[in-house]
């Protein structure tokens, strides 16, 4: 009995602790990005992948969110290597945990907000993995980073992914 008495004082500790929005109804439903920041931090798997650079994400609030991922520019549908690189990031990602860091919010045309974001599922880097092993250029809008440029340099070199024909034609422009 005792044991038990320690469970849950144990338990109801916890739950006390977890933030208000992780203890309301699981059916609550928020989509789009309206409340997110940009420097925002927040994790959640991704349940579809629709391209090189685009999949969507639930988080543990139920909220949707679309991520773009940041610095990059994945072959647009129609371009060779399309299918594989978005079949590579569906590999990283695809019902896996995410941490995202917010760069940046994009209210689009097509009426959607894209979160673009810094992507790790666990201490690895998937802008980065996608950039290094050719299935993406890096595309310094919002930042520039040495490493994402020394990644493609290195692909590049080394005739990775999109990198194995001459001159893969770029798609930039699609964020601007």
Known sequence: MKTLLKVCVSFLGL?????????SEPNQEVQGSAAIQ???VISGKVFDVASGETFRMITAENREI?????EIEAPEKGQVYWDTSMQVLAEKVLGNEVIIQVVNIK???????????QVYVGN?????EMVAQGWAWHFPQYLESPELDQAELQA?????????????EKTMGILK
């Open 15 to 23: 739950l006390a602790c977890l933030p208000v929005a992780a203890q």
């Open 38 to 40: 940009v420097g925002e």
């Open 66 to 70: 679309e991520v773009w991922l940041a």
């Open 107 to 117: 209210d689009m045309e097509d009426g959607y907000d894209y979160v673009i974001a």
């Open 124 to 128: 690895r880097w998937i802008n980065r």
């Open 156 to 168: 590049k070199e080394n005739l990775r992914g999109l990198w194995a024909i001459a001159n893969p």
